[in-house]
């Protein structure tokens, strides 16, 4: 399978046109090393997240009230009133049948931007399960007596530094209702993503409401372990285009995350600013809408191709003879590091896979939970002598680069199937 390169396109071309011949290795590399996701995508990892959440939900207090991640003016969500106690005294009361007012266009245009997209998603949700999801209500549907709400639920494209989604949190906490709720075990919080980078996410997992974070594909960093060759000649260009720029703050990314992503409806401003801002003779790579002619690089591909570009990408050589699946647990068992205990752990070994391989998080649940039924894992992730028996058989040592050769009669590892997770390992709790 070749892949295909932005660096090859007329826009990457015009883009590293902005470079002196010494840094344009570099800055090919850096764009190469680029994961692409597009609107469908995004769309796609948030309806999967969401419907694994509603599949969730059961009992008297199953609602779950769905805000679209973005930025407010206001210290606190909603409109609070003064209650006048017995006592004398009085007490801060949120109140209001409605959220924060929908998603307005930006600077008075017609384009909303990602939150667009959300809302429109959100609503969709909402249409698909009306008994669970509730979009953006206010304090008082909370204290439903039918039907009370016990989850807060954030959803958004894309948690880089993590700062928008703390201050979206931060502003529900300084609610004296809000933080009431929850020291009583009323409600929860949960913050979905269709992608994150590592330390965005974990960032986010820290805050004081432990939000239970769903991601659907971790995005890399330029100091991630899988970009270890290249790392030392990107800080190197991003080191050179700081001098020259001083008051730039962003040539990392916004708050350093030095995001390596674009999506085809716009390029955050956790990427590193050399891709998407205009400073002095440096061209963006585009902005808004990415050209037509990168759709085909946006197109994520069926899950075979998804995989084999994974397998590529780390420098292994797969058996296309072999099912998908298969190859999938082949992968995820030569990259497999550590152990992981309890849900946090297993979260963040999901991630960690999910960004060394680019692939989407589910896919990497179901690779570890088959291979533990399987017996291949045991349930804090450790290989079994099976698990090694499997990879010896395809001649992978996890000592070195995976190596799937293609031979005469393909050797069939493993009957596999779609699976549940071991309760053992299971991602989320159901809540009630």
């Not at 549907?141 to 039907?147: A, D, E």
Request: charged share 25%; with cysteine; hydrophobic share 35%.
């Amino acid at each position: 399978m070749k892949l295909l390169q932005l660096s090859k396109t007329d826009c990457g071309k015009a883009w590293l046109s902005n470079f002196d011949t010494a840094d344009r290795v570099a800055a090919r590399s850096l764009l190469d090393s680029l994961l692409l996701l597009n609107r469908d995508e995004v769309s796609e990892l948030i309806q999967e997240q969401l419907l694994t959440l509603a599949s969730e939900r059961s009992g008297k207090r199953k609602s779950v009230a769905l805000y679209a991640e973005r930025e407010f003016q206001e210290k606190q969500l909603f409109t609070t009133e003064q209650i006048k106690l017995p006592n004398g005294l009085t007490r801060e009361r949120a109140i209001g049948k409605k959220g924060p007012p929908s998603v307005q266009p930006i600077r008075g245009g017609r384009r909303v931007g990602s939150e667009g997209l959300i809302s429109s998603l959100i609503s969709q949700a909402v249409k698909k399960h009306s008994g669970i999801f509730i979009n953006t209500p206010g304090p008082d549907r909370f204290r439903s007596k039918h039907n009370p709400i016990s989850t807060i639920a954030i959803v958004t494209d894309f948690i880089g530094s993590g700062n928008r989604v703390l201050s979206m949190l931060d502003k529900l906490w300084n609610l004296r209702t809000i933080r009431s709720w929850h020291s009583t075990k009323l409600i929860d919080f949960v913050v979905i993503a269709a992608a994150a980078t590592s330390d965005g996410a974990a960032v986010v997992g820290s805050h004081i409401t432990h939000p239970d974070v769903r991601v659907g594909r971790t995005v890399p960093t330029l100091s991630s372990s899988k970009f270890d060759r290249h790392c030392s000649d990107w800080e190197e260009l991003l080191g050179k285009f700081a001098e020259d720029h001083p008051d730039d703050e962003y040539v990392w990314g916004y708050e350093h995350s030095a995001a390596m992503v674009l999506f085809n409806y716009g390029i955050p401003n956790n990427a590193p600013s050399i891709l998407w801002k205009a400073i002095g003779a440096i061209k963006p790579l585009y902005i808004g809408n990415a050209p037509a002619e990168l759709s085909p690089l946006f197109w994520s591909g069926s899950k075979r191709e998804q995989v084999e570009r994974a397998a590529q990408e780390r420098g292994h050589e797969l058996d296309s003879t072999i099912d998908v699946k298969e190859q999938m647990i082949l992968l995820v068992l030569q990259e497999l590091r550590g152990r992981f205990t309890h849900k946090k752990q297993l979260d963040k070994k999901v991630r960690e896979l999910s960004e060394r391989l680019s692939l989407p998080a589910n896919d990497i649940v179901e690779a570890l939970s088959v291979a533990y039924l399987k017996n291949l894992i045991e349930a804090n992730g450790r290989l079994t002598d099976k698990g090694y028996d499997e990879l010896r058989a395809q001649s992978i040592s996890r000592e070195r680069d995976i190596v799937v050769p293609t031979t005469k009669k393909p050797y069939y590892p493993i009957a596999l199937r779609a699976s549940k997770v071991p309760s053992s390992t299971h991602r989320s709790k159901e809540r009630s």
